[in-house]
């Protein structure tokens, strides 16, 4: 039977018939309009709305351009997210281990030392600290903020460096952002900080032949690495890997140039304080064997309407594992954090026992100067608790507590464990040598403040001193950066 014959005899078909060719009119359409819709915003994303100065250091500016990303970089203001370790959360890691206090007597760090709360706090925090409170070289700036390129580009990077932290606290008021990371006229990732280009130069490589995915770990390793301030003078900023990355290679490097951070206060040790070496000691896991990049997890993709752009919420990947674990790992999220867990878990329990064994040579060590032990009889007991220290802080120091490389975290925290316990047989052998008892009493170092006490610090002094100069001191650097807001420079 034809079509029109069917009709005839039921002419609701014919209703229907219209009905249902409307319907695909209209779905056709509709597809092809948000096709459209969204290849425009595709488009649009990356046309500017308003031109960017070369060395532009306010991020609202950018954001004018760039509202999506704007818009996630601000979301690192909510600093609610805890994880077992971690997080964004203020966390004062001296209380929740105070044996670190101990370690580091006659440092600055036994004062303070707080979880980072992300980017956007960054010039607050160091502010507020009470490591600040000791004079500082304006290298400390350095990771701080966008104004720090600004600032290279018009002073150059050694005269930058060999100032006074106080001298440009006026300078530095934006925080971490857009300019430290991007071209403002193409948008491509670039490094503005110059001892991340130098390390390579030293290295025979140049910066500027690495490949976008390397970009994306590499502008992370502007400051997310290990670092100390060449010469007495200059305070220049200089990465140790010109022997390699290891925590091997670095501390070789460190013993050639004869490089000391601080002399401790119990044991006289020269030490060696690590930074913060999360892109070295990432680059021996298996992420990094991958060819993951730190956004991938850390900044992980986002998609909204037809535009694919980059979550600028910088944060830990368990804060979002949907958007970073999960792009490549299948199992449940239960799983997945279990998994993070365990390792931190073991890496922890060695790092632990570093600590102890560490703590307790430091504290020997003192015991054989009180009973006129000279420090020339304790040099081979001193290099060990040196190298010990040093590859405790490498894995302490950096972030995520080995997760990065677990393998080597472990691996590394283990010889400083040997280290020590060498440091603690030769001191044994010392104190018998003056006639003294081998087993020294450890004292009460069950809270921060005890350890604070016990290493000499005036806790209450120090505070009361550091609130006395936020008063006298940041009104005046925010008054000076006041009257420089909108000005072509600026």
């Known amino acids: 039977m034809k079509i029109t014959e069917l009709i005839q ?5 014919a209703w229907i018939l219209f009905g249902g060719t409307a319907v695909i009119v209209f779905l056709v359409g509709w597809l092809g309009a948000s096709i459209m819709e969204r290849r425009s915003e595709a488009v649009m ?7 960017i100065a070369d060395w532009e250091p306010r991020n609202e500016v950018w954001g004018e351009n760039f509202p999506r990303e704007f818009e996630t970089y601000r979301s690192t203001t909510d600093t609610s997210f805890e994880s077992k370790y971690a997080g964004s959360k203020k966390r004062d890691l001296l209380a929740e281990d105070p044996l670190n206090v101990v370690l580091w007597a006659g440092y600055a760090f036994s004062r303070e030392y707080n979880q980072a709360r992300g980017h956007y706090y960054a010039i607050n925090d160091i502010r507020n600290i009470l490591r600040t409170s000791v004079p500082q070289p304006a290298t400390c700036w350095s990771c701080k903020s966008t104004d720090v390129p600004r600032l290279m580009n018009k002073m150059g990077p050694a005269n930058f460096y060999k100032g006074s932290w106080d001298s440009l606290g006026h300078e530095v008021v934006n925080n ?48 997310h690495v290990e670092y100390y301030f060449k010469g007495k003078v200059e305070k ?22 004869g490089h000391i951070d601080f002399v401790h206060t119990l044991s006289k040790t020269p030490i060696l304080k690590a930074q913060h070496p999360d892109y070295e000691l990432y680059r021996t896991g298996i992420h990094a064997e991958r060819g993951v990049s ?19 919420k910088i944060a830990s990947p368990l804060e979002n594992i949907a958007g970073s674990c999960q792009v490549c790992h299948r199992e449940s999220e239960e799983t997945l954090i279990k998994n993070v867990n365990d390792r931190q878990d073991k890496v922890m329990e060695v790092k632990l026992l570093a600590e102890k064994a560490l703590v307790a040579a430091h504290i020997e060590a003192a015991a054989a100067y009180k009973v006129g032990a000279d420090s020339s009889e304790l040099v081979p007991a001193l290099k060990l608790i040196r190298s010990a220290q040093w590859r405790w802080d490498w894995v302490s120091a950096a972030n995520a507590v080995g997760f990065h490389s677990p393998l080597e975290a472990t691996r590394v925290l283990s010889t400083s464990i040997q280290r020590a316990e060498e440091a603690r047989r030769f001191i044994t052998q010392v104190l018998i040598k003056h006639k003294a008892s081998p087993v020294v009493p450890m004292p009460d170092l069950s809270t921060k403040a005890k350890a604070q006490a016990f290493i000499g610090l005036n806790m209450p002094k ?26 072509a420079n600026y």
Request: charged share 30%; hydrophobic share 30%.
């Open 9 to 13: 005899r039921h002419p609701w078909l």
């Open 45 to 51: 994303q990356y046309q500017m709305v308003k031109p």
């Open 176 to 223: 971490i952002g857009c300019q430290d990371c991007h071209d403002p006229k193409t948008m491509n990732l670039r490094i503005t900080r110059p001892a991340l280009a130098e390390a390579w130069a030293r290295q025979g490589k140049d910066i500027n032949t690495a490949t976008r995915q390397e970009m994306r770990s590499l502008v992370c390793a502007q400051c």
């Open 236 to 257: 220049y900023l200089t990465f140790p890997w010109d022997k390699g990355f290891s925590a091997d290679s670095m501390e070789a490097y460190y013993e050639e140039v």
């Open 294 to 312: 730190c956004a991938d997890c850390h900044m992980p993709y986002k998609n909204e309407g037809g535009v694919k752009f980059t979550n600028h």
């Open 462 to 487: 120090l505070t009361a001193e550091k609130n006395e100069w936020k008063k006298k001191v940041l009104p005046v650097w925010d008054a000076k950066a006041k009257e420089r807001q909108g000005s």
